[in-house]
C-alpha cells in the first residue's frame, strides 16, 4: 500500500511539474505546428517514410458494435441542433489526425464542459461502450487527475475533468464507416 501511495504521489509531483514548466515556457504554437503537418499528405503508417501495406487489415471479428452505434446514437440525440454541427465530422475529415497530448493544442467538437449533465452522461456512455472496463476506468481516472492538477497549479482554463472534446465522425453505423474521438490532456481515444 505504501509503494502504491509513494508512486502516486511521485507521479503527481511530475505531472504538476510538467504542467507548471508548460505554463511557464510560453511561445508554444501548437496550430503552426498542426497546420504544417496536416500539409502533408497522409500516406499511412510508417517509420521510415513508407507504408507498410496490410498491417491492419479490415477483418470481421464476430463482436457485435451494435452497442456503441446505440451509445453514439444516444448521445448524437442528446445533443442540441448547435451542438450536434460542433460534434459531427465527415468520416474522412482531416480531424482524425489533428490531436496533441498537451493541453494548449487547439481543440475541435464538443467538449463535455459545454454539455449538460445529461449530455456529459451519454458522452461517458460513447466512451463506456467503445472501451473495455480498464479502459473506461482508466479514460476516467485522467480526467479525474487533469482536474486535480488544475486545483494544484490552480488554472482551470487550461486543465479540468471536462475539458476534453468529443467528435462523432460520420453517420453510425453497423453498416458503414464511422468513428469517434475523445481528445484532450492525456488522453485522445480514435
Known amino acids: 500500500m505504501a509503494l502504491k501511495t509513494a508512486t502516486a504521489i511521485a507521479i503527481g509531483m511530475a505531472i504538476v511539474a ?31 517514410g513508407t507504408p507498410t501495406p496490410g498491417l491492419f487489415p479490415l477483418r470481421t471479428t464476430g463482436v457485435s458494435i451494435a452497442p456503441v452505434v446505440d451509445a453514439a446514437r444516444a448521445f448524437l440525440a442528446s445533443l442540441s441542433v448547435d451542438q450536434r454541427k460542433k460534434v459531427s465530422y465527415p468520416v474522412d475529415h482531416d480531424e482524425w489526425r489533428n490531436w496533441a497530448n498537451i493541453h494548449r493544442f ?28 480498464k479502459g ?35 453517420d453510425p453505423s453497423s453498416e458503414k464507416p464511422w468513428g469517434w474521438q475523445i481528445e484532450g490532456h492525456h488522453l485522445i481515444i480514435n
Do not use: C
Open 106 to 133: 487547439p481543440r475541435e467538437g464538443l467538449s463535455l464542459s459545454e454539455m449538460s449533465k445529461e449530455q456529459r452522461q451519454e458522452a461517458y456512455g460513447l466512451l463506456r461502450a467503445g472501451l473495455s472496463a
Open 18 to 48: 510538467s504542467a507548471v514548466w508548460a505554463q511557464q515556457r510560453g511561445g508554444f504554437n501548437a496550430a503552426a505546428m498542426s497546420s504544417r503537418a496536416l500539409d502533408e499528405e497522409f500516406k499511412g503508417i510508417t517509420t521510415d
Open 136 to 170: 473506461y476506468k482508466t479514460s476516467r481516472d485522467i480526467m479525474r487527475l487533469n482536474h486535480h492538477l488544475a486545483e494544484l497549479v490552480q488554472n482551470f482554463d487550461a486543465y479540468g475533468e471536462h475539458l476534453y472534446w468529443f467528435i462523432v465522425f460520420g
